[in-house]
């Protein structure tokens, strides 16, 4: 059962060809939207134009990562959402803005999701609930889904251990919250 309730809130996307429009999410206890000022400094980080670039927003919550990239002219933006209810809402939100040709909905935990996933990624958003820990297995299961220099946003109360072929890009801090972007090199075998 969901954990979050009918009521809605409202986040307005700061970038791109959507910019100024406003999408709804559920209100939940684990759901923070990430917040504009964060949002405009990682996307002065990306960049501020994805065009060509596949994306994967694998706890989008809110969606407000993922639709900022399909704004900014993404290729292809993959959202994995757990909770049908907030999934539900996610699907009318890319109806609204007419974003359904580049956004994807996939409604499964996200360690299924990459799993099963055979798809490769130029930038991931990592922003789980606070109370998520289980940052090895995401890590163990990550670096299939990820093509060559590929960047990773992680946004998380304290930074878990992260892998030596993840190299630190940027980092910042928002009130509780830490934020880097890390860049893939895959481990040299020797």
Same mark, same amino acid.
């Given at each position: 059962?969901?954990?979050?309730? +009918?009521?809605?809130?409202?986040? /307005?996307?700061?970038?791109?060809?959507?910019?100024?429009?406003?999408? /709804? !999410? =559920?209100?939940?206890?684990?759901? /923070?939207? $990430?917040?504009?000022?964060? /949002?405009?400094? =990682? !996307?002065? @980080?990306?960049?501020?134009?994805?065009?060509?670039?596949?994306? #994967?927003?694998? !706890?989008?919550?809110? *969606?407000?990562?993922?639709?900022?990239?399909?704004?900014?002219?993404?290729?292809?933006?993959?959202?994995?959402?757990?909770?049908?209810?907030?999934?539900?809402?996610?699907?009318?939100?890319?109806?609204?803005? *007419?974003?359904?040709?580049?956004? $994807?909905?996939?409604?499964?935990?996200? =360690?299924?999701?990459?799993?099963?996933?055979?798809?490769?990624?130029?930038?991931?958003?990592?922003?789980?609930?606070?109370? @998520?820990?289980? @940052?090895?297995?995401?890590?163990?299961?990550?670096?299939?889904?990820?093509?060559?220099n590929a960047m990773i946003y992680i946004e998380s109360a304290s930074m878990p251990k992260i892998p030596e072929w993840l190299h630190l890009?940027?980092?910042? +801090?928002? *009130?509780?919250? #830490?934020?880097?972007?890390?860049?893939?090199?895959p481990k040299i075998e020797k």
């Amino acid at each position: 059962m969901s954990k979050h309730s +009918k009521h809605t809130n409202q986040v /307005r996307i700061i970038g791109g060809n959507c910019r100024g429009r406003k999408i /709804r !999410f =559920l209100s939940a206890e684990s759901l /923070r939207p $990430t917040a504009d000022m964060v /949002r405009e400094r =990682l !996307f002065n @980080w990306l960049g501020q134009d994805l065009t060509g670039l596949k994306v #994967l927003d694998l !706890f989008a919550g809110s *969606g407000a990562l993922g639709f900022e990239a399909a704004s900014r002219n993404a290729k292809q933006v993959v959202m994995v959402e757990k909770y049908r209810d907030t999934s539900k809402l996610l699907q009318q939100n890319k109806r609204e803005l *007419g974003l359904e040709d580049k956004i $994807t909905i996939s409604v499964q935990d996200a =360690l299924n999701y990459l799993k099963s996933s055979s798809e490769k990624f130029d930038v991931i958003f990592l922003d789980p609930p606070y109370a @998520w820990e289980d @940052w090895k297995t995401l890590f163990d299961q990550l670096e299939k889904c990820l093509s060559e220099n590929a960047m990773i946003y992680i946004e998380s109360a304290s930074m878990p251990k992260i892998p030596e072929w993840l190299h630190l890009f940027r980092e910042g +801090k928002s *009130g509780k919250s #830490l934020f880097e972007v890390r860049i893939y090199k895959p481990k040299i075998e020797k």
